[in-house]
């Protein structure tokens, strides 16, 4: 089997950057071992051009933001689903914590029915929500119908390099494509570059009554999803030996919704993936230094729904536009400084 591009994980970047490669004539051949980016799908997939104490815009917003948008669109167009919806962000204060000026303040009485409110409420504005499931779902069955996805996981014993050319079992490439996130770790083509260990994990709750036309934040943050439950995370933990569920966090999660919420709720799972994150947290891509037919997508980290979009651009029209430059902008760093400390 011959393909233009091998890609390697069909999380949110191998799966936005195929669609990118296909719909310019590329032929692909993506290897997933079936679960489709468990980071992923553990993500929250919320979409907000703010961040920080401050809630001031976030770096490459004015990048990210607008390819974000039309590529998903694009996407509901292509798979006819619904995978982004605009929705209201309610940002809580604690008592003494002054509102925001610059957000638009929110009268607490129409959230008192299942909030407990203890200081002032804001909103935030152009704050969306992408359906991941339905997105890496609905890819996978266009990759499939493509024939362009098989489900089983890369062997780098089995991949080999010949003049321009990529062999792997039985398919030749024109190059190869990293987007298997943390896996990236152990990848022995990879294994200089800065990556860094970070898990995260969320609740999945059932809280029946709470509207689901709107993201809630007070430290937590409950998310609706469209199987009527609510994301509710996330947590940083830099040092950990394993993936097991951390019972000491949850508990206090469910401490804070039970002072927060008014209205009962129920644990439904308890999900955890480790986040591919690098030194400096920056995304890393671009052709690899001592094997110009490897290319590399990875350190999304959180923003993979956010910025996922611009980078796999950026990348695709590197493929396609072979002396393409990448732009220096939203803390991109170049293939030839990625052995640096990027702080």
């Known amino acids: 089997m011959k ?31 079936g679960y ?29 933001l607008p390819v974000a948008l039309d590529t998903y669109r694009q996407l509901e167009q292509l798979l006819q689903k619904k995978l982004i919806s605009s929705l209201p962000l309610y940002l809580f204060h604690t008592p003494g914590e002054p509102a925001l000026p610059h957000l638009q303040q929110v009268s607490p009485q129409q959230l008192e029915p299942y909030f407990h409110l203890s200081g002032p409420l804001d909103c935030l504005p152009d704050t969306w929500l992408v359906d991941a499931a339905a997105l890496l779902d609905g890819l996978a069955s266009y990759l499939l119908q493509q024939g362009a996805l098989r489900e089983e996981s890369f062997d780098i014993g089995r ?24 896996a990236a770790r152990t990848n022995p083509l990879l294994k200089a570059l800065p990556f860094t260990a970070n898990r995260g994990e969320a609740l999945l709750l059932d809280i029946p009554g709470l509207p689901a036309g709107a993201i809630y934040h007070k430290g937590l943050r409950l998310v609706p999803r469209s199987d009527g439950l609510f994301w509710c995370g996330s947590n ?31 644990l439904q799972d308890h999900i955890v993936a480790e986040r591919p994150t690098t030194a400096g947290q920056v995304p890393l891509l671009g052709a690899h230094l001592a094997y110009p037919r490897v290319f590399l997508l990875n ?27 990448i732009p220096a902008a939203a803390g991109y760093i170049p293939p030839s400084k990625w052995l640096a400390d990027p702080s």
Request: charged share 20%; glycine share 12%.
């Open 299 to 325: 350190g999304l980290g959180t923003r993979g729904f956010s910025a996922g979009p611009y980078w796999t651009e950026q990348l695709a029209r590197q493929l396609l536009q072979p002396g393409y430059e």
């Open 236 to 266: 940083y933990t830099w040092n950990f030996s394993d993936l097991a569920p951390d019972k000491a966090w949850r508990d206090e999660a469910l401490a804070a919704l039970d002072t927060w919420l008014r209205i009962p709720f129920a």
């Open 36 to 64: 489709g980016g468990r980071a992923s799908r553990v993500a929250g997939a919320v979409i907000n051009p703010l961040s920080g104490k401050q809630w001031k815009a976030a770096p490459g917003a004015m990048h990210f």
């Open 159 to 182: 991949c080999s390099f010949s003049g321009s050319e990529v062999h792997y079992s039985d398919i030749e490439a024109g190059a190869v494509v990293f987007c298997e996130g943390a």
């Open 3 to 33: 393909v233009d591009f091998l890609i390697v994980g069909q999380g949110i970047a191998g799966s936005l950057l195929s669609y990118r490669l296909l719909q310019a004539g590329k032929s692909v051949m993506v290897l997933d071992d």
